[in-house]
């Protein structure tokens, strides 16, 4: 598919054929089988400025706070008990956890669990070094997701950082032999369907094992509080594209699609997402992760809520999978 054809759909000129299409593929190679990734959101605190997230260090008035050790693993034994094939070790970029700290993390969830768990680091752009100690010590992936590969966007929306570090730090996590995830924001203020759609070819042209593409939800307390969120059907339809330009990647159906609308991450599983990504963060800090609204704003503790997503998934005709579930594709 060439970038004319992807606006084409992205403007809605077949939304039949494209959600078919997205829909039989996903179907070809995975089944109605849906991995499951319990994420532990373990610190809030971040020396970013993202101008759309709500853990931006700007924003005073949200309360901080950092889990400790014993805490964390605790967590990822939630993770275990609910029978989840990975956890997601997730930060705002948070300095404060040293190499050594996270190093001592993976290897004593390695000691734990052996390979019956997959690590998933997402902690934002670190050292080069400590990205290798980490893959060393038994990380099997990691997320850093690109928001945009519009230079002048990305350069606006993340305030002191640049799109070509960004993508020099993904091609080296490919080359440490991580699983690599990335994605984007669909409808991020100012984004046009020409950006939209260069972002979904570049991002298919990475070899990624993992893509993730959700609506952008104003929050509050950032300085675009005034903008719209993202479109839903847009985001269907980036969901569709990816998967039609991404066989094999593992594709989720964010929160924020959830945080649309009630259906909208299980209609992202119809059209091509194969991934949804439960927070296993415990309950007392939960609501501090609140990256955008109705982000992890539930009141039940880790557990009920996993299982309350793990019967949304089998109601709506789907499997919830106790796989680790990798990536399926070659190299
Ligand atoms: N709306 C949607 N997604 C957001 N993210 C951060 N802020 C928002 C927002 N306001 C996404 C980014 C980030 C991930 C943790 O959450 O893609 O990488």
């Not at 609506?215 to 719209?228: A, D, G, M, S, V």
């Not at 109705?294 to 919830?320: H, Y």
């Amino acid at each position: 598919m060439n970038l004319k054809e992807i606006k084409e759909f992205l403007k809605g000129a077949d939304d039949k054929l494209l959600f078919s299409q997205g829909e039989s593929i996903r179907e070809k190679y995975f089944g109605k089988e849906v991995y499951l990734r319990g994420i532990v959101e373990f610190s809030n605190v971040c020396k970013e400025k993202c101008l759309y997230c709500g853990l931006r260090c700007s924003n005073r008035e949200l309360k901080r706070y950092r889990l400790t050790f014993d805490e964390i693993l605790e967590a990822v034994e939630l993770v275990r008990k609910s029978r989840l094939g990975t956890v997601v070790l997730q930060s705002g970029n948070d300095p404060s956890y040293t190499t050594e700290f996270i190093e001592s993390i993976i290897r004593e969830i390695k000691k734990r669990y052996g390979n019956s768990i997959a690590i998933t680091l997402s902690l934002g752009e670190r050292d080069y070094d400590e990205l290798k100690r980490w893959r060393d010590a038994g990380a099997d992936r990691y997320l850093l997701k690109v928001e945009t590969f519009d230079k002048k966007l990305y350069e606006k929306m993340r305030p002191g950082r640049k799109l070509s570090e960004r993508l020099k730090l993904i091609e080296y996590l490919m080359k440490l032999g991580y699983e690599v995830g990335s994605g984007i924001i669909v409808d991020l203020p100012e984004m046009t369907d020409e950006i939209l759609a260069n972002d979904l070819l570049e991002l298919s042209s990475l070899g990624l094992h993992m893509i993730a593409s959700g609506p952008f939800i104003p929050h509050n307390k950032t300085p675009l509080y005034e903008y719209p969120s993202g479109d839903l059907k847009r985001s269907l339809r980036a969901i569709a594209l990816l998967r039609i330009l991404n066989k094999y990647s593992n594709i989720p159906s964010t929160s924020a699609m959830a945080s649309l609308s009630k259906d909208a991450r299980i209609r992202g599983l119809i059209v091509g997402a194969n991934v949804i990504m439960p927070s296993l963060t415990p309950l007392r800090v939960r609501k501090l992760y609140n990256i955008y609204p109705g982000k992890n704003e539930s009141d039940s503790s880790a557990l009920e809520d996993v299982e309350k997503i793990k019967n949304l998934i089998s109601s709506s005709g789907f499997i919830p999978s106790e796989s680790i579930g990798n990536y399926k594709g070659g190299n």
